[in-house]
């Protein structure tokens, strides 16, 4: 059966330098008595561009780390009911952002009523478009980032503008928007080429990889518009390819680049954003005989090489000319974790650790140890 899933997102706004007339009218959005979460590295951009715009704001909350730990969310939930907020503005990346959502969740489990949520995404992941979100337990033995799945908490507004990452730093920014071409291919596995989901996202890939492929290396983001090799019209597009990617996050179920990524980033505390630059490539290879040919739509002209083949090198090859990590070792990750990464796999994901097929538990190992 063919659906097409939609969340209660009620507008995007998108443009360079549109945030402050954005600001100025959050009410119009249902966003009232604001409290704003983001974190200390984006609190002079917060102060410069939006609180001086919000008549109403409550105050701001930046104790978010990374990974979205359940002890960050508890002291999130309390910053807004102490400050008797009504909704939530999230400036950040994805943990932000998921954080912004698990606090929603929460203050309904308090209170009966979520608190809407406005997003102003400073990375390219695309977590602004769903209502997907993850928390990291840690009352546990070890600790695990568990997924959640709440349409309440999707953000009713989002804002899109290239101001808002022109300082996002270089790795960050980049990485983030491999994750988000790991949205669109692994959104394939249970959607078919003529799927809206597939046809912007194969949309998506192609312009992303078309401003990616010609990014200057090594200079900051400000340098290289200063010095005229990529312009702001360039973040828009990487920013509505973001959205492309990831356009219809309820239609879509995420296959094991995603997981890999959540063990990797959770529990062994790999940065979130650069898990996809490591396993995304290889689980495409290792994976594609569970997407047959679903991946043709994003390899028009793949020559002797078959489409998943194609796209795994191409985005193989984006992460090699950007200089991101492209193994576990890159990042000094301990190899002997292996055997527990695959543990954690095989335990809580054997959905997406079976499209490895035949034999899937002998290919997750070899798998993780390609990663490396």
């Known amino acids: 059966m063919n659906q097409l899933k939609c969340l209660p997102q009620e507008e995007i706004v998108w443009g360079l330098d549109v945030l402050q007339n954005v600001a100025a009218s959050m009410g119009n959005y249902g966003i009232r008595r604001p409290i704003t979460f983001t974190v200390e590295f984006l609190d002079a951009l917060n102060r410069e561009h939006l609180q001086p715009a919000i008549g109403d704001s409550v105050g701001t909350f930046t104790a978010l780390p990374a990974h979205?730990?359940?002890?960050?969310?508890?002291?999130?939930?309390?910053?807004?009911?102490?400050?008797?907020?009504e909704s939530i503005i999230a400036l950040g990346g994805?943990?932000?952002?998921?954080?912004?959502?698990?606090?929603?969740?929460?203050?309904f489990q308090q209170t009966g009523r979520y608190l809407p949520i406005a997003a102003i995404p400073t990375t390219l992941?695309?977590?602004?478009?769903?209502?997907?979100?993850?928390?990291?337990?840690?009352?546990?033995?070890?600790?695990?980032k568990r997924s959640h799945a709440v349409r309440e908490t999707t953000p009713r507004l989002v804002v899109l503008d290239p101001r808002m990452i022109v300082d996002t730093p270089r790795m960050l920014l980049l990485s983030s928007a491999i994750k988000g071409i790991d949205h669109a291919v692994e959104g394939m596995r249970r959607v078919d080429v003529d799927h809206p989901h597939a046809i912007l996202a194969a949309r998506g890939v192609e312009?992303?990889?078309?401003?990616?492929?010609?990014?200057?290396?090594k200079l900051?983001?400000?340098?290289?518009?200063?010095?005229?090799l990529v312009s702001t019209d360039?973040?828009?597009?990487?920013?509505?390819?973001a959205w492309q990617c990831y356009f219809y996050p309820a239609s879509v179920i995420y296959g094991l680049s995603h997981r890999i990524g959540h063990i990797l980033g959770g529990t062994?505390?790999?940065?979130?954003?650069?898990?996809?630059?490591?396993?995304?490539?290889?689980?495409?290879?290792?994976?594609?005989?569970?997407?047959?040919?679903?991946?043709?739509i994003f390899s028009t002209d793949c020559g002797r090489r078959t489409p998943a083949a194609f796209l795994a090198d191409r985005i193989e090859a984006a992460v090699d000319a950007l200089q991101l990590p492209s193994r576990l070792r890159d990042l000094d990750f301990d190899r002997a974790r292996l055997p527990e990464v695959a543990a954690l796999l095989k335990q809580n994901y054997p959905a997406e650790v079976g499209d490895l097929a035949d034999n899937a538990d002998t290919g997750l190992d070899a798998l993780l140890e390609s990663l490396w």
């Open 94 to 107: 994805g943990s932000v952002l998921d954080a912004a959502k698990a606090v929603s969740h929460r203050h």
């Open 68 to 85: 979205v730990p359940d002890v960050a969310v508890h002291e999130g939930l309390r910053a807004c009911i102490g400050a008797h907020a």
């Open 268 to 296: 062994f505390g790999v940065p979130h954003s650069l898990t996809s630059c490591i396993s995304l490539a290889p689980v495409i290879r290792a994976c594609a005989g569970a997407y047959g040919g679903k991946l043709d």
């Open 234 to 241: 360039d973040l828009l597009q990487l920013q509505l390819a």
């Open 125 to 144: 992941s695309g977590s602004e478009f769903s209502h997907y979100f993850g928390v990291t337990e840690t009352d546990g033995r070890r600790k695990f």
């Open 220 to 228: 900051e983001t400000r340098e290289a518009i200063a010095g005229g």
């Open 207 to 217: 312009r992303f990889l078309a401003v990616l492929e010609q990014w200057p290396r």
